[in-house]
């Protein structure tokens, strides 16, 4: 787990300067060793958190082949060893001089070139130079858990882990892509490969490029998709056979996850997700599975009894981190500057992230995905749900108009506005629906607080081109799962989980989201996945890993009073902020000063997430010295 970049200009004797710059700026990401190379018109910088082989022979940027390639690499390949043995089996010559799986992907891709990507499993973000063809090879992992952005324009290429180092290159204007804006009101992020920098974008999960130094011609493309693999035949398995498959790819997913040379551990919640990952982590390990908890002196906000439950149950070696919601607070400025990309997320993380590397581990478990992946959110039952009603589908747009008017007028709020906001479209489709249900901000806020006319909803565009194929009688719950992923979980949980946890040098490893897991649940047709109870195939899948405690426990997460802070505490740091970003030319003045009125004057359509989200955006702005 580390940081990598890369820059390539004309200009050669600025590119050690513009180099080093950019490896400062990831020294968080990787304090163990730092690295640079040059090649004619090409720098390549790598910062290293040493998780595997921790002796210097795992000094990146790492060559191979009499030094035809180079590679900078940030990620962990999990099956490193299999692929060692096929290579040494295949490859007469073949010899290592380390024991990285860096060098395995550069052995790999001699080898099979391209096709290397198929035999991977993990978590990956990667770039490797040949000298002899003079281009650049990248990649990023199926999933999207690591991050690679790249900047591009007629003289210049960059690329890395972080949009910060990019901008400390000296050659990625600090300029607010504002075309984005819209994206980022609505859905408090900015969808991949677009981001809020000007010509600064993300090679999309599941995607290799090349770059041809010579003629500088740049070509994406795709070798995995999220429903690559989802099945429409009238067979399939049985609830059983998909019980004892999920158990074993799940097992399999965890035990996978489980090779390092350095301390680790895992975040224990106390819900299903973490405690699924630590009782199979315990089952697989012959020493007792290291756990970490933040749990609160209020009571009302903290879940320890519920991770204390099965800490017990596994006998873990657990450590309780106990804060006060005051002491929560006060980290809140420090995650909102380790924030690389904005997002209405993020905090959360990085307090957990913090105090686990403070108490000695360097990688750590999650249980991110779960949900996204066995149908653990109420959209997907509302989804459900509407599809089966087929009343409400033939119901004449005039009366389910009336309807909308009566839920604005009698149950004011966000719930009863965005409920209003559905039934008031022309069709009740996915394609109209999914992208309403996930809004923060609706359209006509949206378009008060910016100029000009709003483009188009990208998230709409993304339902459209991805359910296209899915036989929604049988598999709209994957629909959902693959929309999900693709969406809120790709570009806001795992860009905050990366960003949150490298800000501490913490390597997280989340085994809900291995690939085949992934692809075989996405293939269960919905009667075997749809949820009557919390993730029922999961749980049952699971057997007596999960006590009924855990499985019947309220679901909480971190459900603090923002609402109140933002009032109280945190009310002088958001108006500043909220009164700066009006000042911006692209916001309009008068409409963003309002709806921070609105906020404090306790308008039930204003809740704080629909103000935070833009007080974290001119916060990042300030921070990195944007143009807007």
């Not at 989802?230 to 158990?247: C, F, H, I, L, W």
């Not at 790819?249 to 106390?270: E, N, W």
Request: glycine share 6%; charged share 25%.
């Amino acid at each position: 787990m580390c940081g990598i970049n890369g820059l390539v200009n004309s200009d050669q004797t600025l590119l050690r300067d513009a180099i080093t710059r950019m490896n400062a700026a990831l020294a968080h990401r990787g304090p163990d060793d730092d690295g640079v190379f040059t090649f004619g018109n090409l720098a390549l910088g790598h910062r290293r958190l040493s998780i595997i082989d921790l002796s210097t022979q795992g000094h990146q940027p790492m060559y191979f082949d009499n030094e035809r390639l180079t590679i900078v690499y940030n990620g962990e390949l999990y099956n490193f060893k299999e692929i060692r043995s096929e290579l040494l089996a295949s490859v007469p010559k073949q010899k290592f001089r380390t024991q990285t799986d860096t060098e395995v992907i550069l052995a790999a891709y001699a080898f099979w070139g391209y096709g290397c990507l198929a035999k991977f499993k993990g978590m990956f973000a990667f770039v490797i130079h040949d000298h002899q063809t003079n281009q650049l090879f990248m990649a990023r992992d199926r999933i999207g858990i690591k991050p690679l952005y790249y900047y591009r324009e007629a003289k210049t290429f960059a690329f890395s882990s972080e949009i910060r180092a990019l901008l400390q290159s000296g050659f990625v204007p600090r300029k607010l892509a504002t075309t984005h804006l819209a994206d980022y009101i609505r859905y408090q992020t900015v969808h991949a490969p677009n981001t809020l920098i000007n010509n600064v974008f993300m090679l999309m999960p599941g995607h290799h490029a090349t770059l041809d130094l010579n003629s500088n011609e740049f070509k994406i493309t795709s070798y995995w998709d999220l429903n690559s693999n989802m099945r429409s035949a009238e067979t399939g398995p049985d609830y059983e056979q998909a019980k004892q498959e999920v158990n074993r790819l799940f097992t399999q997913a965890v035990k996978r996850r489980l090779i390092a040379d350095v301390p680790f551990g895992a975040f224990l919640s106390g819900g299903i997700d973490s405690s699924a990952v630590v009782g199979a982590m315990s089952r697989i390990s012959n020493v007792p599975v290291k756990t970490f908890s933040v749990s609160f002196y209020e009571k009302q906000y903290s879940e320890e009894k519920y991770a204390r439950q099965i800490a017990d149950k596994f006998h873990t070696d657990h450590f309780d981190i106990k804060l006060s919601v005051t002491d929560f607070k006060k980290e809140i400025p420090a995650a909102l500057k380790a924030m690389d990309h904005p997002s209405g997320d993020g905090p959360n993380s990085y307090v957990v992230s913090k105090y686990t590397k403070q108490a000695g581990i360097t990688m750590a478990l999650s249980g991110l995905g779960g949900d996204e992946l066995f149908a653990g959110y109420s959209i997907f039952t509302r989804m459900k749900d509407l599809e089966q009603q087929k009343i409400l589908q033939k119901t004449p747009l005039f009366f389910r108009k009336l309807l909308a008017s009566l839920i604005r007028k009698f149950k004011p709020g966000v719930g009863g506005e965005k409920m209003s906001a559905i039934l008031s479209l022309p069709q009740l489709s996915m394609e109209n629906v999914y992208p309403l249900s996930r809004q923060v901000l609706l359209d006509d806020e949206v378009s008060k607080l910016i100029s000009g006319r709003l483009p188009d909803n990208v998230v709409r565009q993304m339902v459209e081109k991805l359910i296209v194929g899915i036989p929604l009688s049988d598999h709209l719950l994957s629909a959902v799962s693959v929309l999900e992923i693709s969406s809120y979980m790709q570009n806001v949980l795992l860009r905050d989980t990366d960003q949150m946890s490298m800000a501490s040098a913490l390597e997280v490893r989340v085994p809900f989201l291995d690939h085949e897991l992934v692809e075989y649940v996405l293939s269960l047709k919905d009667s075997l996945k749809y949820p009557h109870s919390p993730k029922k195939l999961f749980v049952d899948a699971m057997g007596d890993l999960l006590p009924p405690e855990i499985v019947n426990r309220p679901k909480m997460g971190f459900s603090f009073p923002w609402q109140q802070w933002l009032k109280t505490d945190l009310k002088q740091f958001c108006e500043e902020r909220m009164h700066s970003l009006a000042m911006r030319a692209v916001f309009n003045e008068k409409e963003t000063i309002d709806l921070w009125k609105r906020f404090l004057n306790d308008d039930k359509r204003i809740s704080w997430s629909r103000i935070w989200h833009l007080v974290v955006l001119e916060n990042w702005m300030i921070e990195n010295n944007i143009e807007s």
